[in-house]
């Protein structure tokens, strides 16, 4: 096996339970995003467009879907010779099987797969993120700096730096101080869950952190830490540009109506910086004579006949004659028939709304909150959802049936 | 696994189709928002579960190359089998001018030889159908003819038939006569120049051809013997388009905006694969009007569109005004542009404030890379 300069290990383990329905069945980094994608596509992007060709992605909450989607990485140009994608879910040793207890459990349990590629860095990355970084050139600068460990930061609001993990640190981008959520943040650059390592000196870290009984085995609450008590050189690497975590209904949806408008912060339509997804070979969308369709995005095999506004349809969409689809991200092949109303609503996959249906929470003080639909789901004609709604085959009346 | 190899014989007159076919050969024009005319054939006998297609190509074909590659986008790069792109090669015939198809078959005979199955089809790329062969390999088996040949009604006071073969039917579907297309309108019964038979009747036919200094496929090897072999006619019920000249393409092309035509064409018996892009969902803006149109992904549209099909990658700028037209992949139209009955080949740009207009029966083709 050839040396590699980084290798990629990408946390997709995460349960992403403040996600409610939507990861129900799934993982959170399977969950689809922005009319083709599932959040996963963006840091596996990330990884082909900045040149890095080996990535173990640490799977273990309903990993079905996930597994399935990764495949053999050819979507993202990852089916390679010497290197490539490698799915690394939790595996019995000659001790017994354990879970994976944190993010570093989960990469010290995956030790011996680092060590194959015998990498001088190792690239920590997180499935539950939308943005677009070029990973190499925080390596150069990992790199230049002779760090031992190097964070990436991005400014946010002082108001919501307490939800996040947050830095300080002196001119030199030297991190001096580090904060998991904390009440009185002392700085507003938070740590985007994104490290480079030196590998040699994280593996240390790890054997170290895995014997600790008091340790939570995770980076931001212990790794981080103990390598700053050890005068370590971490430094912070500053991003600029577009970064969400979507990690609740809210901001999954506020992330999703983000793309639409005429310049949104996260530009998909760079052809220098393509974000690679699964391609299912549909047709372009067909909008009738009735169609009206204003500020959205729609994906290949959607047949629309009804009105779509400031929405995402993923592919595979029906709209019927008279349908209003409004603030709403609609996934694959859903079936919306006529007269249905949507606004503020996220309709899982292959959910069927009947004639007629209203799909909408009731506004209180202007505030209107996201309607959430299983996938599978059948709504009858003319019923009202003001709330979200699941359902659980094989008795629910609300699940298709086995066709 | 079905017992059925696939050749796909590029021989199609193209200068037909004009400015379309300048750099390309018929079977790499682009056609329906995405794809190129020759995925068509090859999805289906994909989706037939046909795992083994020769692809034989004449001229023009780095733009069919460069889309067809390894044969993965549509699952055909297999250790066992897979897909075999095969231009002429001279070994057997050296020094000769080539004329025709089945010197290109006769000297990839090797090719077919190899191949392990027992029956093959031959088919052109002109044909745009959702079809499944293996219902044809069984009829074809149960008649127990020596050639099935698939034809369609095609209406040809509408339609252009031009240069096809129309079938003379005796009972029960026996192939009596296959002669040229003469100006006759109605409905006729319109070979789609789709052939199965034994792959050890093609080496047959094929070898008698050269031996005898024939050259055509179609004329030399099966009209010839239509009185000869026994010839049946499978009669394909579902829509057939046959691509064959500007106004065919440009009629065809609009066909598609009738979603049952939509439905069938890319839904029907399985789901017709192209190369892959990457492009990202297509983008309305406010303000947009765009009515009976097929939009691909990677679309930017601003503007009006009124029964159009953009291709993947389409900018249409703010006040753009485009109708009846087919604007292909990566067209930018400029703010205020006005199109109607316009073919825009790739890459095609349209400074602000143009006016173009075509026929219907007509259309004007704007060339590829122009900007105007």
Known sequence: MHKKACVAMLLAGGQGSRLGILTQKLAKPAVPFGGKYRIIDFPLSNCNNSGIDTVGVLTQYKPLALNSYIGIGSAWDLDRMNGGVFVLPPYVKEQGGEWYKGTADAICQNSNFIDRFNPETVLILSGDHIYKMDYSLMLEFHQKQQADATIAVIEVPLDEASRFGIMNTDNEQRVIDFEEKPAEPKSNLASMGIYIFSWPVLKKYLFEDEVNQNSTHDFGHDIIPKMLADKRNLRAYSFRGYWKDVGTVESYWQANMDLLGERPELNLYDSKWRIYSSNPPRPPHYTSTTAKITNSIIAEGCLILGEVENSVLFPDVYIGPGAKVKNSIIMSGAHIEDHVVTDKAIIGRKTVLKQGTVVAAKKLDGQQKIVVLDIDMIIPPHTTIEASLSCSPPEDALCKREE | ?372
């Open chain 2, 1 to 372: 696994m079905i017992d059925l190899m696939g050749i796909i014989n590029l021989n199609e007159a193209e200068e037909h189709v004009g400015e379309l076919s300048r750099s390309r050969s018929l079977a790499s024009i682009p056609f329906a928002g995405r794809y190129r005319l020759i995925d068509f054939v090859l999805s289906n006998m994909v989706n037939s579960e046909i795992s083994n297609v020769g692809i034989f190509i004449q001229h023009k074909y780095r733009s069919l190359v460069d889309h067809l590659r390894s044969g993965k986008d549509w699952d055909l790069a297999r250790k066992r089998d897979g897909l075999f792109v095969l231009p002429p090669a001279y070994t057997r015939t050296p020094m000769q001018v080539h004329r025709g198809d089945v010197e290109n078959l006769y000297s990839n005979l090797d090719y077919i030889y190899q191949s392990r199955q027992k029956y093959v089809i031959i088919a052109g790329a002109n044909i745009v159908s959702n079809m499944d062969y293996r219902v044809i390999l069984e009829y074809h088996k149960n008649t127990e003819a020596d050639i099935t040949v698939l034809y369609t009604k095609a209406n040809c006071g509408t339609h252009d038939c031009v240069r096809s073969n129309i079938l003379g039917l005796g009972p029960e579907g026996r192939v009596l006569t296959i002669s040229e297309f003469k100006d006759t309108g109605g409905y006729q019964n319109m070979s789609i120049d789709m052939f199965i038979m034994k792959k050890d009747l093609l080496i047959e036919l094929i070898n008698q051809c050269i031996a005898r200094g024939d050259y055509d496929f179609v004329k030399h090897c099966i009209i010839k013997n239509v009185k000869k072999l026994k010839v049946y006619g499978y009669h394909h019920p579902g829509y057939a388009a046959r691509i064959s000249s500007l106004q065919s393409y440009f009629q065809h092309s609009m066909e598609l905006l009738n979603p049952h035509i939509w439905k069938e064409l890319f839904f029907k018996s399985g789901l017709i694969y192209t190369k892959v892009k990457d492009e990202a969902p297509a983008k309305y803006i406010h303000e947009t009007e765009v009515t009976n149109s097929l939009i691909a992904s990677g679309c930017y549209v601003e503007g009006k569109v009124e029964n159009s099909i953009l291709f993947r990658g389409v900018k249409v700028h703010k006040g753009a005004y485009i109708k009846n037209s087919v604007i292909m992949q990566k067209g930018n139209i400029g703010p205020g542009v006005i199109l109607e009955n316009v073919i825009c080949d790739k890459d095609v740009h349209i400074t602000a404030n143009k006016q173009l207009k075509g026929e219907y029966s007509y259309p004007l083709v704007i060339k590829k890379g122009r900007v105007i």
